[in-house]
């Protein structure tokens, strides 16, 4: 099974600072998606960001970019001019776009890095 | 923006109790996913549905938990006979199609079995 890994369990940034949360990941497939997902103290899953294996580009989202290293199997979540608001969960999640196509719709997530924000 | 619906946000159940969680995917939507997460720990992945019936099941998904989509809208995870360790938030899911970049996450069930 694919496992996820998420080695900060806490981080924090100075609010209009840049922070960024790391994830890496073990798969033998060459395609596949990969997802942060924000959850705040209500505990609702958010979709942030999400990147395509096969594309190089790496994606954006407003203050949201990630770094894809498809080589080195990393997958890191930057968030520029942090905002109170942005103080949550973040989970990365790997999901195969390969295989049987009973597997393609379930999500691995790691163990989640929670991230302070300091006004 | 469409949501995923889930009911009730917590509910609090006796050990042995059968409990039924509920959940309105968006209505376009084709493939159901039931995830949890035990306080503090990681998201896990419980059961998948598409076409009325189960696509994946995890080795959680035992003989105790069942899915059921009654009457073309709700979608819901049955807990049989409920244990101590079940005591989690419960998240539904939907998407699209199997090929969707990301799906549409409920606001989940805080099960607390007592």
């Known amino acids: 099974a694919q496992t996820v890994t998420q080695s900060q369990p806490e981080m924090s940034v100075q609010e209009a600072e840049t922070v960024t949360l790391s994830c890496t990941y073990d798969t033998s497939e060459s395609d596949y998606y990969l997802f942060w997902y924000k959850q705040p103290p209500s505990r609702q899953m958010i979709l942030v960001i999400r990147?395509?294996?096969?594309?190089?580009q790496n994606a954006t989202e407003n203050r949201f970019s990630v770094n894809f290293q498809k080589a080195a199997k990393s997958f890191s979540l930057k968030i520029s001019d942090s905002q109170l608001g942005d103080a949550a969960m973040y989970f990365c999640?790997?999901?195969?776009?390969?295989?049987?196509?009973?597997?393609?719709?379930?999500?691995?997530f790691g163990r989640g890095t929670q991230l302070t924000v300091w006004p | 923006e469409p949501e995923v619906t889930q009911t009730p946000s917590h509910q609090v159940t006796q050990m042995g109790q059968e409990v039924i969680l509920r959940c309105v995917p968006i209505?376009?939507?084709?493939?159901f996913y039931w995830y949890r997460q035990i306080l503090g720990q990681k998201v896990e992945f419980l059961v998948s549905?598409?076409?009325?019936?189960?696509?994946?099941k995890s080795e959680i998904f035992d003989d105790q938990f069942s899915v059921e989509r009654p009457d073309g809208s709700n979608f819901t995870l049955k807990i049989r006979s409920t244990k101590l360790e079940d005591s989690a938030m419960y998240f539904c899911?939907?998407?699209?199609?199997?090929?969707?970049?990301?799906?549409?996450f409920g606001s989940g069930t805080r099960l607390t079995v007592v």
């Open positions: 999640a790997y999901r195969s776009a390969l295989g049987r196509g009973s597997t393609l719709g379930r999500l691995y």
């Open positions: 990147q395509e294996a096969y594309k190089q």
């Open positions: 899911a939907s998407s699209a199609d199997r090929f969707a970049y990301g799906y549409t």
């Open positions: 209505s376009n939507h084709l493939y």
């Open positions: 549905f598409y076409n009325n019936e189960i696509s994946e």
